[in-house]
């Protein structure tokens, strides 16, 4: 049973990394089951402070990765409009164009929330490339947090 346990963690690890850049998968959320999968085994257990600290460090980057192309819409001088442009695009291309639809449905929810409040194409591109940034920057908090609960499952899996 351990080896199917460490077997399925590292299935998991994997698939959260992969989960940071494939925007249809949730990348920290199946890392942080990977780490759990580890600590079911004989030999190798986390501390319960470690498992919950890596539970809210998860669940924060996963609430972040919604929030923050809405706020890189603002940042880059959107009106209320282009971010609820922003997270309207957002939902809409992750319901029905996954997963590119993640990437282009905030950009052009944001422009289209800006034109529609009558700002020039120039401002509502801009207020999409912020869109964009926050979608990057979602992404590298992304990948920061998986990375290091994957670092985390190697050192534990090597030290045990």
């Not at 920290?28 to 759990?36: A, E, F, K, Q, T």
């Not at 880059?76 to 993640?102: C, D, E, Q, T, Y």
Request: aromatic share 14%; with cysteine.
């Amino acid at each position: 049973m351990e080896y199917v346990l460490i077997g399925f963690g590292i299935i998991f690890i994997i698939s959260g990394i992969l989960g940071c850049v494939v925007p249809v998968i949730p990348g920290p959320p199946l890392s942080y089951v990977g780490l759990l999968l580890l600590h079911f085994t004989q030999g190798h257990q986390f501390s319960t402070q470690f498992l919950i600290i890596w539970a809210t460090i998860t669940a924060v980057v996963y609430a972040l990765d919604f929030i923050i192309p809405a706020w890189g819409t603002k940042k880059f001088g959107g009106s209320k409009r282009g971010v609820w442009g922003s997270i309207i695009g957002l939902l809409f291309g992750l319901i029905f164009f996954p997963p590119i639809g993640i990437i282009v449905g905030p950009f052009l929810g944001a422009v289209a929330g800006e034109l529609t409040a009558g700002k020039d194409s120039a401002t509502a591109l801009k207020s999409g490339f912020g869109s964009f940034l926050g979608f990057l920057t979602g992404t590298l908090l992304k990948l920061i947090a998986s990375g290091m609960m994957t670092w985390y499952f190697v050192k534990e899996l090597i030290a045990g």
